[in-house]
């Protein structure tokens, strides 16, 4: 089979590998669809962390079952998504049910080869039904849970002003899951035509410029003058996570979706008075990808509209470098496999 290895950083090179045999425990799928996720094209530039090369990229996958040991369960050719997430099953984490931040976690495509590949072997465990999902659909469930994991951390609750920070593909997953939750969504990005995305795709109806000098006056314009009691930042830029804690209301929470590689910073005082809740939100659950799946056979998301640039698995290598120039307007890039 053909698999695409990116090398060193800057570098995706075709290789030829062997399909892999289907041991027990696993399922053998033909992968039809990847998406490209800014993890990618962070490994891509050099940026990532906890990564090494050289490594096949690829976690937000779409395929269908060739071969399976639980036939009960799943049938040859069905369509299907899975989570990228192998967990131990014993560690603290795991037996709290927080599988997503288990201690030896192992990512496909970050920490072991991922999906841009023909063929795939995966844990059966890990399997999710697709549904009647299309495999655009199928494909978008991982980063949608992303999303819906970073709200469901949040606690949004009805009514409550959400500032969701970076209006790329996650940031888009979780102004959707706070709407669904009731939040009032407030994008904030430095990229005009992605806050206008923001608006006339997802009907969020405020939206602010983050470069703008008046960020704070129009945040306290928008809410009344108590400023959003939850903020969310899927940027993973380092100079937004800092700059956003002087954003949050009076008991707020703060959950960072987004990773970076430099340290976390603010006021202890003003934080402190304001009895703020900051944490974390890593990858996603089981809970959440089910949630995911059931909000898309409702019709409450079509995320089929933040497919802006689409690709054949043998075009990737050319088009890669590509989709990180803001120029070029991605906001997702799906690359079909034959």
Request: negative net charge; glycine residues 6%.
């Given at each position: 089979?053909?698999?695409?290895?990116?090398?060193?950083?800057?570098?995706?090179?075709?290789?030829?590998?062997?399909?892999?045999?289907?041991t027990a425990g696993n399922t053998l799928l033909r992968i039809r669809r990847i998406g490209i996720c800014g993890t990618d094209l962070h490994a891509f530039e050099g940026t990532q962390p906890f990564f090494n090369y050289p490594r096949i990229l690829g976690h937000e996958l779409a395929g269908?079952?060739?071969?399976?040991?639980?036939?009960?369960?799943?049938?040859?050719g069905e369509a299907v998504t899975f989570l990228p997430y192998i967990n131990c099953g014993h560690c603290v984490a795991c037996r709290m049910g927080k599988t997503n931040c288990c201690a030896s976690l192992n990512v496909f495509g970050v920490h072991s080869d991922g999906g841009m590949v023909e063929y795939l072997s995966v844990p059966t465990r890990l399997l999710v039904h697709g549904d009647g999902l299309s495999f655009d659909e199928l494909a978008l469930i991982e980063p949608l849970s992303i999303g819906a994991h970073g709200v469901r951390r949040a606690d949004v609750q009805p009514d409550e002003w959400v500032l969701v920070i970076g209006a790329g593909p996650i940031g888009l997953g979780v102004m959707e899951f706070a709407r669904i939750a009731g939040g009032n969504v407030i994008a904030l990005d430095i990229n005009e035509s992605r806050l206008g995305f923001c608006r006339n795709r997802l009907n969020v109806a405020q939206t602010?410029?983050?470069?703008?000098?008046?960020?704070?006056?129009q945040l306290m314009a928008i809410t009344?003058?108590?400023?959003?009691?939850?903020?969310?930042?899927?940027?993973?830029?380092?100079?937004?996570i800092n700059n956003a804690f002087q954003y949050m209301a009076h008991g707020g929470r703060y959950v960072l979706v987004g990773l970076q590689r430099g340290e976390v910073s603010f006021s202890h005082p003003?934080?402190?008075?304001?009895?703020?809740?900051?944490m974390s939100s890593r990858n996603a659950t089981r809970q959440d990808?089910?949630?995911?799946?059931?909000?898309?056979?409702?019709?409450?998301?079509?995320?089929?509209?933040?497919?802006?640039?689409?690709?054949?698995?043998?075009?990737?290598?050319?088009?890669f470098a590509g989709w990180l120039d803001p120029a070029n307007g991605v906001i997702k890039a799906m690359v079909e496999v034959d």
């Open positions: 089979m053909q698999t695409l290895v990116c090398t060193t950083p800057g570098t995706l090179t075709y290789q030829t590998g062997v399909i892999p045999e289907r269908e079952v060739v071969e399976t040991d639980d036939t009960s369960e799943f049938l040859p602010i410029v983050a470069t703008a000098p008046d960020v704070t006056e009344n003058g108590e400023m959003p009691t939850v903020i969310i930042d899927a940027t993973g830029s380092q100079r937004a003003e934080f402190h008075k304001r009895e703020a809740a900051v990808f089910e949630h995911v799946v059931t909000s898309l056979k409702n019709g409450l998301i079509d995320p089929i509209t933040y497919i802006t640039h689409r690709v054949t698995f043998g075009q990737v290598s050319d088009e």
